[in-house]
């Protein structure tokens, strides 16, 4: 690829903390930076930094091969393209908004539609990470177009590429964060029972809670393999009567230490549960079942 295509002109369409940072990346790499937002005010360090301000989206959306999305959703994606679709044809819309895999493919068909080119994408970094490589952006949707832009979708972070599917990084992108969601309602609950009798949660979190976190990623690809070879293993290392047992502690003490079980009731309360069909002579029978619902 030429010099000149990898500094092709972008437009950044929504202007939030993230969008901010994409057309800063952008920006400071070379390439010709239009950008437009709702508040036309949050354009003001941008532009004073060298960006174009575009003072219609139509306007923004012409100004540029690539137009980047970054918004709240899908629904204001759709409303604020929709105002300019007619100037689409023979454009790249890489949406980068938070939506599911199913929004992500109708937009795909919509785009189609108006003759433009689609990536959607899914950024697993927070703002002040982009333009790092440790920014991992997920694509799926046009490989043509990935492959053309891929130096300058490289200055976001490190792209990955999933698939041809447009609905692919929504998914993979909800997946993993539900995963940190996921730890995160645990290490709150942990440090709120923590609270309730030592007030160092700092030290508590450097010296025990991230090695520990870090030291049980270890079971992550037994869990990712689950079958029933698995479910049948006669000497597993964790079984899961034992682990229902420090469950079910974990709610009682909880209570016990005062401290409220919503955070994590979406865990604790399906197990506490099934902790009631112990003693049928199965070994607590639909846990696998659970968590394969929630790896799924
Ligand atoms: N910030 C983050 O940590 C995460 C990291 C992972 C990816 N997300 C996703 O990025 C999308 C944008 O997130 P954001 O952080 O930029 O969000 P905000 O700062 O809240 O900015 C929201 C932008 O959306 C515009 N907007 C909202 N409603 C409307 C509307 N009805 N019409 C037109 N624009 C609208 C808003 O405009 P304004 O309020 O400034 O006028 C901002 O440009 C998001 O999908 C994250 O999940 C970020």
Redesign the pocket.
């Known amino acids: 690829m030429s010099e000149q295509d990898a500094l092709d002109p972008v437009t950044v369409v929504?202007?939030?903390?993230?969008?901010?940072?994409l057309a800063a990346a952008l920006l400071k790499a070379g390439h010709r930076t239009t950008v437009w937002?709702?508040?036309a005010a949050?354009a003001d360090t941008l532009v004073a930094d060298g960006a174009v301000r575009a003072d219609s989206i139509t306007e923004a959306v012409t100004a540029s091969p690539v137009v980047i999305v970054?918004?709240?959703?899908y629904?204001?994606t759709r409303?604020?393209l929709a105002t300019a679709a007619d100037a689409l044809s023979g454009r790249l819309v890489v949406n980068?908004?938070?939506?599911t895999p199913n929004q992500a493919r109708e937009t795909a068909v919509w785009a189609a539609g108006h003759g433009a080119e689609y990536l959607d994408g899914?950024?697993?970094?927070?703002?002040p990470m982009i333009g790092r490589p440790e920014a991992l952006v997920l694509y799926s949707g046009s490989q043509p177009a990935f492959d053309h832009h891929q130096d300058m979708l490289g200055r976001l972070g490190d792209s990955r590429y999933l698939g041809t599917d447009a609905g692919l990084a929504s998914l993979y992108?909800l997946a993993l964060l539900s995963a940190m969601y996921g730890q995160a309602a645990g290490a709150r609950h942990a440090l709120a029972l923590i609270a309730t009798e030592r007030a160092d949660l700092p030290e508590f979190t450097s010296s025990l809670l991230i090695p520990w976190l870090t030291a049980m990623t270890i079971g992550l690809p037994a869990l990712a393999e689950q079958n029933d070879a698995v479910r049948e293993a006669e000497d597993p290392v964790s079984p899961e009567s034992m682990q229902a047992v420090a469950i079910a502690n974990i709610a009682e003490a909880s209570t016990g230490q005062g401290v409220d079980g919503e955070l994590l009731s979406h865990l604790l309360v399906p197990l506490r549960d099934l902790i009631g069909h112990r003693g049928t002579g199965h070994d607590l029978p639909g846990l696998i079942d659970l968590a394969r619902k929630a790896a799924l």
């Open positions: 929504g202007l939030g903390a993230m969008g901010k940072a937002n709702r508040s949050k970054c918004l709240l959703d629904e204001v409303d604020v980068l908004s938070n939506g899914g950024i697993m970094a927070v703002p992108d």
